[in-house]
């Protein structure tokens, strides 16, 4: 749609001249757009992998069957927010990263006792695990978590090296939250 515009007397007017000036400042010279455009894709991909999003395979056995090795996700770096039970996240112990599911929460009491997992006295309710799952103990039978500390578990209890062994964490050293797999 176009819209006629009255240019007063005394304006003079050129529409040659707006398209001469128009064309001047917004003309990237035809060799550098493709660099151009590739360096801005490269900066965005690293600003959206930095702050929102890294993708991540899984190695080992010890989340199966929520994941197999070598099968990959996306990670959300956690920052500031909350961690909830049942949530999938990736845990830096030491210089090694691992991903787990968040079982045990601040300030609770978690006891292992005939396969099943406690927690503040109720049984924990694990659907995800399957058809009856068994959860024992390696060294200690009952943790009580400051305020805090997170425990963490694979989903193949018989093959995951976690919080059973290494105890709870401290909230620092969960640096992301699992977001699509």
């Known amino acids: 749609m176009f819209l006629a515009m009255a240019t007063p007397p005394d304006c003079e007017f050129s529409t040659a001249s707006l398209a001469t000036t128009h064309r001047m400042t917004t003309a990237v010279p035809a060799a550098y757009r493709l660099p151009l455009l590739l360096l801005l894709g490269a900066i965005l991909g690293c600003m959206i992998r930095a702050f929102l999003v890294q993708h991540t ?5 010890s989340m199966f069957p929520t994941f197999r090795d ?3 996700c ?7 927010d909350h961690v909830c039970r049942g949530e999938i996240v990736i845990v830096k ?7 787990k599911r968040v079982v045990g929460l601040p300030n609770e009491c978690l006891l292992f006792k005939d396969g099943r ?3 503040n006295g109720h049984e924990l309710r694990e659907p995800y695990l399957g058809a009856a799952p068994k959860t024992y103990p390696v060294y200690k039978t009952r943790f009580v978590l400051g305020h805090q500390d997170y425990f963490v578990m694979g989903d193949n209890r018989d093959e995951s090296e976690d919080s059973r062994v290494y105890g709870p964490l401290e909230r620092r050293a969960i ?4 977001a699509l797999n």
Not at 57 to 61: K, M, N, R
Not at 175 to 178: E, I
């Open 93 to 99: 112990d030491g210089g090694c990263r691992s991903i």
């Open 175 to 178: 640096v992301g939250k699992v």
């Open 74 to 80: 996306l990670v959300h770096p956690l920052g500031d």
């Open 117 to 119: 997992v406690f927690v």
């Open 70 to 72: 070598g099968d990959s």
């Open 57 to 61: 395979i899984v190695t080992g056995p």
